[in-house]
């Protein structure tokens, strides 16, 4: 069965294989895969089928999540609660597919997973990050209550074959 998180319009759960030609169509177009670091470019059929199997077989409560996300029954995007090392904060990921950019539904399936990892997980403290030629993303975690830093770091993207440089934030709880 696995997670499932209920926003106003969004629901996040665990990727069913049927998804997986959505999926590779939407995260494929460059100008969505060049702001992750994991998802190549082109990005086939195949790989999100692979993705798919590797995400539902590896999910455990308590562990990294990746969920897609649908909205009125329609997969548009994709967002993830992870830790990149066992001691590491836990960090949130997330993806919009591009027909449906500039309507508020990064901020809301951000909330979602902040949502989740105070809930679930029981963390005050989310990190999170974007390329600095993504300043949509940073506006977004803004929105979400996220700090910059003043950390940068050069982070490999698959889809852009090479590094670019990032902004960390962070997210703290209030009580």
Request: hydrophobic share 40%; glycine share 14%.
């Amino acid at each position: 069965m696995g997670p499932r998180i209920e926003t106003e319009r969004l629901v996040l759960r665990l990727p069913e294989l049927e998804d997986a030609g959505t999926v590779a169509t939407y995260l494929g177009d460059y100008d969505v895969a060049k702001n992750t670091a994991r998802v190549p470019h082109p990005y086939p059929e195949l790989a999100a089928e692979m993705w798919v199997l590797i995400t539902r077989a590896s999910w455990q409560p308590g562990g990294n999540l990746s969920l897609t996300v649908e909205m009125d029954g329609d997969v548009i995007g994709g967002g993830g609660v992870f830790k990149r090392t066992a001691g590491a904060d836990w960090e949130i990921g997330y993806w919009i597919a591009k027909p449906w950019w500039g309507q508020g539904l990064a901020t809301e399936l951000g909330r979602g997973l902040i949502g989740y990892a105070r809930e679930t997980l029981g963390t005050q403290r989310v990190i999170a990050g974007h390329y600095i030629d993504n300043p949509a993303s940073g506006r977004v975690l803004e929105k979400l209550g996220f700090q910059y830093t003043g950390d940068t770091a050069d982070l490999f993207s698959m889809a852009r074959m090479g590094k670019a440089t990032t902004r960390d934030m962070v997210w703290q709880s209030n009580g």
